[in-house]
């Protein structure tokens, strides 16, 4: 194997049980983000049952930031026709997977250089192919199987849907195992994707594949703008945000997946008139109980959430006090009894409380992709699942 592909961080992550959360939990002096495994299948069985097709589960950027080994085998271990295989950005994604001893199938949706061909056929991932010459270099070298990429308005990777006849010969030589485009505002009622569809269905009229090429169009959007109708036409879907219970959660109604969590770990009064953090931007009007708690930009909390950011304590819902720094944020949590050691939910649940990923992305008016993948590396992922699941 090449050595441009990093060690893998854990080939295998611990996967702990719900049961043993709150034990758990007093391992951990920081802050962690726990994932809920049992919530991504759920999730996945939601959006395979909505697209009526088997998912191609989206696993790039680390699975969204929630740990990819720990999702993936969560995920090809569900023993039913929820998952036919496993999406990636990168081979270094790839590779992390197989070092993890995952043996389902991956596709590489973004481009490959044909410099990367010969990592690809070794890590045993289907790429997403749509240059002649690329098609016809991967299949006179084998016949591993990849899929071809049709850009229907995305106007980011593949073939223009319009430039198709130039495809015909090569990809008739050498068929592939599935064809796909991705939508680019699925997610909004502006037509766009009835637009992108019709582009589709055309190039595919033109190349005339045989029946048994998988076709596969939707995004977790897709799926989820289709709901209540026939579902995903083709055969595979490919969510990717809605595992993780993001972004498409009404219409599916997809459960939380994380739970961003930091400790308590100072506590003070601020005087009326005195400041709070860098630039001074929270004033106290009398006397207010400020907390600090450990986790901050350094850690993916974006300064976004100064002064604004929602976090449950103690059964309350408090708001950040002035800007969030790299390591600690500041809470004012005047009337709300707290000390060091309590645990703060940033996103996720606590008690009967819930700050969705949606609800907090959209407190700071970003991108909930952002905010899942923005995450940090410090930061470590705690996954469970129920016993036996
Ligand atoms: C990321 C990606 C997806 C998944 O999109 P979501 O919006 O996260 O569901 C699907 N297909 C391709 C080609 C992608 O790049």
Redesign the pocket.
Known sequence: MTSIYPASRAASPAVSSADSLPQLREGLHRAWVEVDLDAVRRNARRLRHAAGVPIVA?V?ADG?GTGAVAVARALVGMGDDTVWGL?V?TLAEARELRDAGISARILC??PLLAAEHDDARAFDVRPALHRASDISAWCNTSDAPWHLAIDTGMARAGVRWDAIDALRDVVHAHPPEGV?T?FHSAEMPNGSRAVQDTRFDEALRVLALPEHVLVHRD???GIASRAGSAGSPGALA?????LYGA?VTSPLALDQVVHFRARVIDVRDVHDGESVSYGGTFVAHGTRRIATISAGHGDGYRQLFSNRGDVLLNGARVRVAGLVSMDMTMLDVTGVPCEAGDVATLIGSDGNDVLTTDAVAECAGMSV?ELLVGLALRVPRVHYEAENA
């Open positions: 989206m790039k969204y999406g950005a949706c973004t796909f991705h995004n977790s959007a490919r969510p990717g945000i809605g972004f992709y």
